[in-house]
């Protein structure tokens, strides 16, 4: 097996284990289970608080002293085996420290799989933004396929989709150990500061203007993407409350309409490459930014019929632009612009501004305003309400990056990345 199918498999397989209870927990929470929505703002909040930590300790040590690749597949077995105790857990408070363990082991993993495929195609003398985006784009399609699976086999409200997740977790782990050796490259210096001996260099990028106002944007991003992952498929599914909708498609089949979403991804990471030579990164990061404006604003007026069905599709159409021109890009950024020694380091930072404190930020900051602002006396979410809060929310932050972020593309370079 060549090496770019390799990584094609390793992509696949990271977001299938993801996508197969992501975005239908909420369905699982708030119908199987019937809990409340202010604990699931907190279980949700698991991911973003395992990644404050974790993607950085983790770069830190693939940098320092385990094989990245080594590392990556034992997190995920670990993550595997707290999949398949978590169905037996009968109450929500339990629950989120169980669900928290299970991202303390998986969200690290997104940015180790980065470093990999960053790793083995540099070492074999491929062009990482020309060849990793149609690589990655197979980690969509997992998702996708993962979505799928659960929604078609009748488990969007089932613990089954926890267990489908967790076999193919483990099998991951294990396929993992057959991937080329990824060895640390930070080595230590006999005059070292304590900093590079813990491994903490990457911080050293905080003190860069350019550097810093891009990660603290990429957690006000990262907050916007929870915002989806949290909400999406339980805004279509509440149509059903409506007799009007009741037996509608969008219901029926929430899940599927929400991998419209993920089907736009896999057209919008191809022309990756493209728009960050063309435009570079802070163009291109407005982009994302204007389209999860726009992803909101269609949901606030979607309906399961005529124009508002219309306007559902479009917003998951531009997300696919929302999230692949900000993290994939961002990515892609990180990776080149920053030192070799600090590379995993840096991904791991970038995963705990946007998965970490923008997560965190965004599911409890979220799940408290709607609580106690955005639900009816029957205890209704007020969606149109919700989706305009989030749109002003994306728009303010819009501009706020055009005016502070300052960078100048150069078009002879690839997205200004070499310096």
């Known amino acids: 097996m060549n090496l770019k199918l390799r990584l094609t498999v390793l992509s696949f397989l990271q977001f299938f284990v993801w996508g197969a209870w992501l975005i239908t927990i909420g369905v699982y929470w708030f119908g199987n289970k019937q809990w409340s929505g202010a604990e699931f703002g907190a279980v949700f909040s698991t991911l973003g608080i395992a990644s404050i930590v974790m993607p950085a300790l983790t770069g830190i040590i693939a940098d320092r002293w385990v094989n990245a690749e080594k590392l990556y597949g034992i997190l995920h077995i670990l993550y595997g085996v707290v999949l398949f105790y978590l169905p037996q857990v009968t109450d929500p408070g339990q629950f989120f420290w169980v669900m928290l363990l299970a991202m303390v082991f998986y969200m690290p993993t997104i940015s180790l799989s980065n470093s990999i495929a960053y790793y083995i195609l540099k070492n074999n003398n491929y062009d990482v933004v020309k060849d990793f985006p149609p690589i990655r784009v197979w980690g969509t399609l997992g998702f996708i396929a993962a979505m799928w699976v659960t929604n078609l086999t009748g488990n969007k409200a089932s613990e089954n989709q926890f267990y489908i997740a967790a076999i193919f977790a483990v099998l991951l782990g294990l396929y993992a150990f057959t991937l080329p050796k990824c060895p640390p490259q930070n080595t230590i210096p006999k005059n070292a500061t304590i900093s590079e001996k813990l491994g903490l260099n990457a911080f050293a990028l905080f003190k860069e203007y350019k550097m810093a106002v891009f990660f603290l944007f990429s957690m006000f991003l990262g907050a916007a993407l929870q915002l989806t992952n949290m909400y999406g498929d339980t805004f279509l599914s509440d149509f059903e409350k409506n007799p009007q909708y009741e037996d509608s498609f969008v219901v029926r089949y929430s899940t599927i309409i929400m991998s419209i979403s993920q089907i736009s991804e896999t057209l919008f990471i191809l022309a990756i490459p493209f728009f960050l030579k063309r435009f ?140």
């Not at 892609?332 to 920053?338: A, G, S």
């Not at 209704?380 to 728009?395: G, N, Q, R």
């Open 280 to 419: 570079g990164i802070k163009k291109v990061m407005l982009i994302s930014m204007a389209a999860w404006v726009m992803r909101f604003t269609f949901f606030a007026y979607g309906t399961p019929e005529g124009l508002g069905l219309v306007l559902i599709i479009l917003s998951c159409i531009v997300y696919g632009m929302a999230f692949d021109f900000f993290n994939i890009s961002g990515s892609l950024f990180v990776e080149t612009t920053t030192d070799y020694k600090i590379r995993s380091s840096a991904q791991g930072l970038f995963m705990m501004m946007t998965n970490g404190f923008g997560a965190v930020i965004g599911s409890l900051g979220s799940g408290w305003i709607i609580s106690k602002y955005f639900e009816d006396a029957a205890g209704d979410k007020m969606w149109h309400e919700i989706w305009l809060v989030f749109a002003l929310y994306a728009l303010v932050v819009t501009v706020l990056f055009a005016i502070m972020f300052k960078h100048k593309h150069h078009p002879e370079e690839v997205a200004e990345v070499r310096h």
